[in-house]
């Protein structure tokens, strides 16, 4: 007598065809719902920005990081069928605000338009600053550079950096150098100037530029170190004198103006400015963020309002961007600790 089997397949695969039924069936609603919140952030993403985007500039209304943000933040606007909101949010040096965004939702909401200064110096100048430069933000993009310059009131003697470290030594802590506030980049390059050139200057802190340059044109102070975007109008007309250029080449916009570094060989650095967003913020965001940065550095009306305020366009990718934070941080702290500056 033979006994006829009653199953058709193998029970080896009749057990995998079982299991793989259930299985699948158990697995289909997870795996929809994945596809379905994958096309969601997706779509998301396609239509970004879909509100109004707020940028933080850590520093003060009038200096050159504003006017750049503001510049930017127009384009965007124009570019991107959303408001781009400048927002300044000012204090510690630009720790406030840069804390702010740090914690901010990773959303491409909450964007950055900062100073080198308060992501490669501060670092090093404070014992705490609220954030962390490579741990918590994204690398969008560099934006600009901007030109600085050592100025002086018009009826101050001095009128070269020759002669103001001449007299400098001659008046040894007589000499008053206004700045934008303690730990802002002004500040420290009047730090490094007085290393560099073996004279004491006395150091007056405001709480923005436009103080500062306003205090130096009425003479309160002699100095002072100053973005062209804080200085160009009253360099042009008169108010103020430039002494030498902070930038290691001479400026476009300050042709006849010599480099510090003409004078103290080696002296000289490139002011950098550029936007980040909240680290966790999609790529997709960032990506398309600075391809829009880099058509807006493209176009005329931007070009034309950067080189009104001494600032030229300077273009990175956010890999390049990132990298390049990444290499001024030990550069700066080791320019930190050479000057001697250090804030609480």
């Not at 702010?100 to 080198?116: E, F, I, R, S």
């Not at 570094?261 to 909240?278: N, S």
């Not at 001024?328 to 600790?337: E, S």
Request: proline residues 6%; aromatic residues 6%.
């Amino acid at each position: 007598m033979q006994f006829k089997s009653t199953f058709k397949r193998p029970f080896k695969t009749s057990i995998q065809t079982l299991f793989t039924r259930h299985l699948g069936a158990c697995l289909a609603p997870i795996l929809v719902a994945s596809l379905s919140a994958g096309l969601s952030t997706a779509q998301a993403q396609d239509k970004y920005p879909s509100k109004p985007v707020t940028v933080i500039v850590p520093q003060a209304a009038g200096g050159a990081n504003d006017a750049i943000a503001r510049v930017i933040a127009q384009k965007l606007s124009e570019q991107m069928g959303q408001t781009f909101i400048v927002d300044n949010r000012t204090g510690a040096g630009g720790n406030v605000g840069t804390a702010m965004v740090a914690h901010a939702n990773p959303d491409g909401y909450t964007l950055m338009v900062t100073a080198d200064s308060s992501m490669v110096i501060n670092p090093a100048l404070y014992k705490s600053t609220g954030f962390d430069p490579i741990k918590d933000f994204e690398a969008v993009g560099s934006v600009a550079t901007a030109g600085y310059a050592l100025v002086a009131n018009a009826n101050f003697p001095a009128k070269n950096v020759a002669e103001l470290i001449a007299l400098a030594k001659q008046q040894p802590g007589k000499i008053n150098i206004g700045s934008a506030g303690n730990g802002t980049l002004n500040h420290l390059i009047g730090e490094m100037l007085g290393k560099a050139a073996g004279i004491e200057l006395v150091h007056v802190p405001y709480k923005a530029s436009a103080a500062a340059v306003t205090d130096l044109v009425s003479g309160q102070v002699q100095v002072s170190v100053q973005s062209l975007p804080s200085s160009i109008a009253f360099i042009r007309s008169g108010k103020i004198r430039v002494l030498g250029v902070v930038n290691p080449k001479r400026l476009p916009a300050l042709p006849d103006s010599p480099t510090i570094g003409e004078t103290l060989k080696g002296f000289g650095t490139t002011p950098w400015y550029g936007m980040f967003a909240p680290i966790g913020t999609p790529k997709a965001i960032v990506t398309h963020l600075n391809a829009e940065i880099a058509k807006a550095l493209e176009s005329k009306d931007v070009l034309e309002r950067l080189a009104g305020v001494g600032c030229e366009p300077y273009k990175l990718s956010p890999e390049q961007f990132a990298l390049l934070v990444k290499e001024d941080l030990p550069r700066w702290a080791k320019i930190v600790k050479a000057s001697g500056a250090t804030i609480d």
